[in-house]
C-alpha cells in the first residue's frame, strides 16, 4: 500500500520561505515520478513540480526561480523549497506519485498519470 504524507505547510509572509516535505512509503517501483500540486479554494488543482526517475525535473512558469523540488531517496522523502512566496502561492499542497515496473522510454511516459496522493498541507502567504 503506497502511502504519502506531507508536512512543513503553515503561515509565512510574503516574501518569506517554507519547506514542504513528502514522506513516501510502501513502494518498491524503479520507474516513478513525484510531483506538488497546489489547489487555492475555488480554484481548479494545478501542478507546481515534478520530477522522475531519471532525474528530469519541471516546474511551473509561475513557480520558477523561486521553488524547488529534490528528494532524499535514503529518506524516501520529496521535498519543495520555496522562496520569495507571494500571497498567490496560499493553496493546500499536494504530494503525487505515479510508479511503474518499466524503465522510461519508449513504453513509459512519466509524469502522466498520478495515481496516488497525500491529503495535502496547508500554504497560507500573507501580504
Known amino acids: 500500500q503506497v502511502h504519502l504524507e506531507e508536512s512543513g505547510g503553515g503561515s509565512e509572509q510574503s516574501g518569506g520561505s517554507l519547506r514542504l516535505s513528502c514522506v513516501v512509503s510502501?513502494?518498491?517501483?524503479?520507474?516513478?515520478?513525484m510531483a506538488w500540486f497546489r489547489q487555492a479554494p475555488g480554484k481548479e488543482r494545478e501542478e507546481v513540480a515534478t520530477?522522475?526517475?531519471?532525474?528530469?525535473?519541471r516546474y511551473a512558469d509561475y513557480v520558477k526561480g523561486r521553488f524547488t523540488i529534490s528528494q532524499d531517496n535514503a529518506k524516501n522523502t520529496l521535498y519543495l523549497q520555496m522562496n520569495s512566496l507571494q500571497s498567490d502561492d496560499t493553496a493546500t499542497y499536494y504530494c503525487?506519485?505515479?510508479?511503474?515496473?518499466?524503465?522510461?522510454?519508449?513504453?513509459?511516459?512519466?509524469?502522466?498519470?498520478?495515481?496516488?496522493w497525500g491529503r495535502g498541507t496547508q500554504v497560507t502567504v500573507s501580504s
Open positions: 520530477m522522475d526517475s531519471d532525474g528530469n525535473v
Open positions: 510502501g513502494y518498491t517501483y524503479s520507474s516513478y515520478c
Open positions: 503525487a506519485a505515479e510508479l511503474s515496473d518499466t524503465p522510461i522510454g519508449a513504453y513509459y511516459t512519466p509524469c502522466e498519470g498520478f495515481v496516488y
